[in-house]
């Protein structure tokens, strides 16, 4: 029976490409793997571009209550204009920085609380000051630090003398940059996601406990194969990102079953802003959102398993073996699974998926079928999600000696909780839920100079897409609500899971929170053009050149984007909207 079972699990994932145990016609055809493979080349190399550098700082130094005081030698009075610290896991560390007066002979203090802020990035401190000798105090109890780097008042890099006394602060001046930039560095919250893969790594108490910790542990394998450089920890980010563009298309595939139709709705999420943007982050929200997706998947999939398997007179009925509609059910709660284990925002799809769940099987099955779902949906629906959830919590136990596994899950959701519903905060960048859909307030992820040019990384839609998918929801809705279209129906539910809970949330929130939410928009988005295809003789054509504009919107905001240096002139003609800010 076991092996039965195991064999007929591994004969449906080599199924995934075709509609249905009993339909034998595929689900994606050689038109579909010709607009798939384009699709993902596209954006696979546009997510590699310029990604960041495959190398940094990575031997340390530690400055600790035993060990504060580095002394540096110049060999001869120079005109020191500022020195620039990479750091290690630790954030905004403060030093006294001295310079030693040989006709006093006293230290004299240049500025006595510098600060370095962010982790694994370069953090420059201004000095300005002929010396010989320099004194930098770390005054926290420990300060990691990477590698120093000084540099004259014309930019020339200077070695000290005595450089051979900290070797690991100066073994790698190779890998300063000529300009900071987020290729050399951490950018938003990869200070928190980021550092804490990096901790989970070594060992390390971990900074980031805000969030269930199955994202950071992605990203840290990114960062294990790489290593704990920008390439590293935005590796699996982009990997993700890239993942979604076939999922997005099969789950298009079996919602409309027209592949110019699919195609066009996939071209969304590749063209989409934002799901670039995440897809080339070390942040969690990428795979939160493609768990969120892949649930959804599943969930449709065993709506269509099931109308397909009656519509050849087969009924799920028999063993439970025979019923082809429990496993892409078990797939996706084990989707949901991994969505709550990365973010909670997978809680609020799983109230989407529950909607849909007793929508469907409550109008579609015997009651006593039902009552066997139900116990079935417990398993992999509560049961299952509660274990991955509390292994998620593996890399952090052991801190402290009486906590276990058990005990660190109950308690770091608890201060989970606490935070997110006590948080105080503001920023200029936050932005309330209704202002989302129309994109009124971007985020700023990165903004540097390089030489007279600029280069930032802005967090936002597709403008092209995201107002226009405010019309294809009124229609889908509206094809829900009076014309009872349960694919609309589904679509919908699946939306407002993502959206209405965020309406009810007090703390900041943020532009990218309605990631997950777009997704289905674009969904909606093929819907309608499904629609308009199929009534109009001219659609075709009108939803190839809404497309072209689409990709020519995306391309006209990719310098934005993407972090590819620009004039700030340029920038400045793209503020379509008076609050929006994409470049400093």
Not at 18 to 47: H, M, N, Q
Not at 272 to 285: P, Q, V
Not at 384 to 398: D, K
Not at 399 to 417: C, Q, R
Request: charged residues 15%; contains cysteine; glycine residues 6%.
């Amino acid at each position: 029976m076991e092996a039965s079972f195991m064999n007929h699990i591994v004969t449906y994932l080599r199924s995934f490409f075709t509609r249905g145990k009993c339909s034998d016609e595929k689900l994606l055809d050689k038109t579909d793997l010709i607009y798939l493979s384009a699709l993902v080349l596209v954006f696979t190399a546009l997510a590699f571009f310029r990604l960041g550098d495959a190398h940094a700082p990575e031997s340390s130094y530690t400055a600790d209550a035993g060990n504060r005081d580095i002394v540096l030698d110049f060999g001869d009075y120079t005109d020191i204009g500022s020195f620039s610290v990479f750091l290690g896991n630790l954030n905004t560390r403060r030093f006294s920085i001295s310079a030693f007066n040989e006709m006093t002979g006293a230290w004299e203090i240049i500025n006595g609380e510098a600060f370095a802020e962010s982790v694994f990035a370069w953090n420059k401190i201004d000095l300005n000051y002929s010396l010989r000798y320099l004194g930098i105090v770390a005054l926290d109890e420990e300060a990691i630090l990477n590698e120093l780097v000084f540099q004259r008042l014309d930019g020339t890099v200077i070695l000290p003398v005595n450089a051979g006394d900290y070797p690991a602060l100066f073994d790698e001046q190779d890998m300063f940059p000529a300009f900071k930039t987020y290729e050399n560095g951490t950018m938003f919250d990869e200070i928190y996601h980021g550092r804490t893969a990096y901790e989970f790594l070594h060992g390390l108490v971990t900074y980031e406990t805000t969030h269930p910790h199955l994202g950071k542990i992605l990203i840290s394998l990114g960062i294990l194969v790489f290593g704990m450089n920008p390439f590293g920890w935005r590796f699996m980010s982009v990997l993700f990102g890239i993942l979604m563009i076939p999922l997005m298309y099969c789950f298009a595939k079996r919602l409309f079953k027209d592949s110019f139709v699919c195609a066009a709705t996939t071209s969304l999420i590749v063209f989409d802003c934002m799901h670039y943007n995440l897809s080339r982050i070390a942040t969690i929200d990428i795979f939160a959102a493609s768990f969120i997706l892949l649930m959804y998947y599943y969930m449709y999939q065993y709506f269509q398993k099931d109308s397909v398997c009656r519509a050849a007179g087969r009924p799920p009925a028999g063993s439970f073996i025979a019923r082809d509609v429990y496993i892409p059910l078990a797939l996706s709660g084990i989707g949901m699974a991994f969505g709550v284990a990365t973010k909670w925002t997978g809680v609020y799809a799983g109230l989407g998926l529950g909607v849909l769940f007793i929508w469907y099987t409550i109008t579609h099955f015997p009651k006593g079928q039902v009552l066997k779902l139900f116990w079935f949906c417990c398993l992999f629906f509560v049961a299952v999600p509660l274990i991955i959830y509390t292994l998620c919590f593996i890399p952090v136990v052991g801190y402290t000696p009486d906590n276990g596994l058990i005990d660190k899950a109950v308690k770091g959701t608890w201060y989970m909780f606490d935070y997110h519903s006590n948080l105080e905060a503001e920023h200029y960048y936050s932005s309330p839920f209704y202002e989302w859909p129309f994109i009124w307030m971007p985020l700023l992820d990165a903004n540097d100079n390089v030489g007279d040019k600029i280069s930032a990384i802005s967090c936002m839609g597709n403008p092209a897409i995201w107002w226009m998918g405010i019309f294809c929801e009124l229609y889908v809705f509206f094809r829900w609500i009076v014309k009872k279209d349960k694919k609309a129906g589904f679509l919908c539910i699946a939306y407002l899971a993502q959206y209405i809970p965020w309406m009810s949330i007090s703390r900041i929130t943020f532009i990218y929170h309605y990631f997950p939410a777009i997704l289905f928009v674009m969904l909606m988005m093929g819907y309608t053009m499904l629609h308009i295809r199929e009534h109009f003789p001219w659609g075709k054509k009108v939803i190839a050149i809404y497309m072209a504009a689409a990709v020519i919107c995306f391309l006209l905001f990719f310098p934005l984007i993407s972090g590819l240096p620009v004039k700030l002139e340029y920038g400045l003609r793209l503020r379509w909207l008076k609050d929006w800010i994409l470049i400093l």
